[in-house]
């Protein structure tokens, strides 16, 4: 096929990107086929205007996924698949009860020590370590209450349980392991109105980072944890 120097795009002074050289010849084709429909009207034109239809949408398609690695090109994603240990503590105690006795064994976050930490103030974070407690109340947030909407009347509260000092130990190897720290526990009540706590082993998800000196951490906070919890079930 002769193309008509009419229809040629006009030169320019600077290289085209790929894409804007497929929008150029896009153009070209598109008025050559137009000069050929006016003059033949015949039905081969119209499959060849249907071929290049397929053609440029199939390379747009392509463009499309270009972009779309380029995008990707600039940030990796990677997943991992782990085991986590979940534990349910069921109490005979009622929910107010155990509660209760909780929030007596757990004192609230003195939050002088994390601005202690982060003033990297080594003495006092000794002192603590040697006479604080091991774990605080970081936040109690009341999950049965937003059943109101729902017309349901259910005791439901989750807890962030933990210690500044502690997750430090952590995330000064491993700083991904402040994903965990402080630690999730819920309350709940059953439907005879007795305490329940659900949480999932820290040492469980803490293993995942390899490191024998966050593994350690999180067994000791197994440990810590478990006490306190069975304690106030008990």
């Given amino acids: 096929m002769n193309i008509p120097r009419s229809v040629w795009p006009r030169q320019v002074g600077y290289s085209l990107r790929a894409s804007d050289a497929l929008k150029v010849l896009e153009v070209a084709i598109a008025r050559i086929l137009e000069v050929r ?44 698949t782990i085991s986590v240990e979940h534990i349910r503590i069921q109490s005979k105690r009622p929910f107010a009860e155990v509660r209760s006795k909780l929030e007596d064994l757990l004192p609230r976050l003195d939050q002088s020590i994390s601005e202690a930490l982060s003033r990297g103030d080594r003495e006092r974070a000794k002192a603590y370590g040697a006479n604080g407690p091991k774990l605080s109340s970081f936040l109690v947030r009341d999950h049965g209450a937003l ?11 989750q807890y962030e349980i933990g210690n500044p000092l502690t997750a ?3 995330t000064r190897y491993q700083l991904g392991a402040c994903l965990y720290a402080p630690l999730r526990v819920a309350l709940f009540e059953d439907q005879q109105d007795r305490g329940v706590f659900e949480y999932d082993k820290p040492s469980s998800f803490f293993g995942q980072f390899g490191d024998d000196r966050v593994t350690d951490v999180g067994r000791y906070l ?10 106030a079930a008990s």
Avoid: C, P, W
């Fill in 37 to 80: 429909l006016r003059a033949t009207g015949g039905f081969r034109t119209l499959f060849i205007f249907a071929a290049y239809s397929v053609v440029f949408a199939g390379s747009a398609e392509s463009g499309s996924d270009d972009t779309t690695q380029q995008v990707m090109n600039k940030a990796t994603i990677t997943s991992q």
């Fill in 168 to 170: 430090s130990k952590m």
């Fill in 222 to 231: 197994d440990s810590a944890l478990e006490s306190v919890l069975i304690a």
């Fill in 147 to 157: 059943l109101h909407v729902a017309g349901l009347q259910f005791s439901a509260l």
